[in-house]
């Protein structure tokens, strides 16, 4: 079984910034990709930003040139530094894992909120 612990969530003003990051342990696996997703009242789970093992990123056009992700593969973490926030990120955020056996993993959310 695989844990994933994320912190950094909270309180921000539009234009501030917050660093989430998710710690992955458990048992042996093989990390895959890496990734945040948000989740906004009423609204669907979205992807925000991906990495794989490979250091192939992806993002969400919202949040590109505002949202860098990166990862410590020593560490099974990842990162998600968030720059010139807005309203519209208010969302609570998970960091998903995918293992190369194709077995996907949840952390518990974190929310963010951006006041205007």
């Known amino acids: 079984q695989v844990q994933l612990v994320e912190s950094g969530g909270g309180l921000v003003q539009a234009g501030g910034s917050l660093r989430l990051s998710c710690a992955a342990s458990?048992?042996?696996?093989?990390?895959?990709?890496m990734g945040w997703y948000r989740q906004a009242p009423g609204k669907q789970r979205e992807l925000v930003a991906a990495?794989?093992?490979?250091?192939?990123?992806n993002y969400a056009d919202s949040v590109k040139g505002r949202f860098t992700i990166s990862r410590d593969n020593a560490k099974n973490t990842v990162y998600l530094q968030m720059n010139s926030l807005k309203p519209e990120d208010t969302a609570v955020y998970y960091c998903?894992?995918?293992?190369?056996?194709?077995?996907?993993?949840w952390g518990q959310g974190t929310q963010v909120t951006v006041s205007s």
């Open positions: 998903a894992l995918t293992t190369l056996a194709a077995n996907d993993y």
């Open positions: 458990g048992s042996m696996f093989k990390v895959n990709v």
């Open positions: 990495i794989s093992s490979l250091g192939r990123l």
